[in-house]
């Protein structure tokens, strides 16, 4: 994120590295606060200063003790991206209001049940419940993999009704995706 003013460089180039800087954002943030209910990020850039906004189902712990760990994430952030010194970046936490709602909060449960030790089954079809009673129209929960036995295969359990195909299906359903070591 070099000065813009002495630097001019093509709109390919600025949106490909935007969506990097997203990418590796997203996925530096997921690792940090996985078990604070992690949901998502929005990243607002301007010219004159960066605003990164986390979703999170426990916003509380993402803020920490007197805004110590927000201040602290900040602080990694800038480091990490190379921010420039008068270039200010804020980062805020926002809580995500229904959490049944939210497919990464959702999937980030379903990952510590399995790593609990939970049985997938129950724990798919708790999941499946949770968002149903959340409001949702439907809902979908796909486990794959070497579940129990050392033949993989695939799991899915289903609620309510979900628009899977064409332009409605990409636009109105949220999707997210985890992958775990079982054992």
Same mark, same amino acid.
């Given at each position: ?9 093509? !709109? !390919? ?9 997203? &990418? ?14 992690? &949901?998502? +990020?929005?990243? !607002? ?48 936490? @926002?809580? +995500? ?5 939210? &497919?990464?909060?959702?999937? @980030? ?5 399995? @790593? ?50 064409? &332009? ?16």
């Amino acid at each position: 994120f070099e000065d813009m003013s002495s630097v001019s460089i093509s !709109k !390919k180039r600025k949106v490909v590295e935007q969506g990097v800087f997203y &990418a590796e954002l997203n996925d530096f943030l997921r690792r940090e606060l996985a078990a604070d209910g992690y &949901a998502g +990020v929005t990243v !607002k850039q301007t010219t004159v200063r960066t605003r990164i906004i986390i979703r999170a189902t426990h916003y509380r712990d993402v803020h920490g003790e007197n805004d110590f760990r927000i201040n602290q994430l900040t602080m990694l952030i800038r480091k990490r991206w190379q921010f420039p010194e008068n270039h200010p970046v804020s980062v805020y936490c @926002e809580k +995500v209001m229904d959490r049944g709602l939210c &497919a990464e909060a959702m999937c @980030e449960s379903l990952r510590f049940r399995l @790593e609990s030790g939970f049985p997938v089954r129950r724990a798919a079809y708790a999941i499946v419940r949770f968002i149903m009673e959340s409001g949702a129209t439907g809902a979908e929960v796909v486990c794959s993999g070497k579940l129990r036995a050392q033949r993989a295969k695939v799991q899915k359990f289903r609620d309510g009704y979900i628009v899977a195909s064409g &332009a409605p299906g990409q636009e109105m359903v949220e999707v997210a995706k985890r992958d775990i070591q079982m054992r």
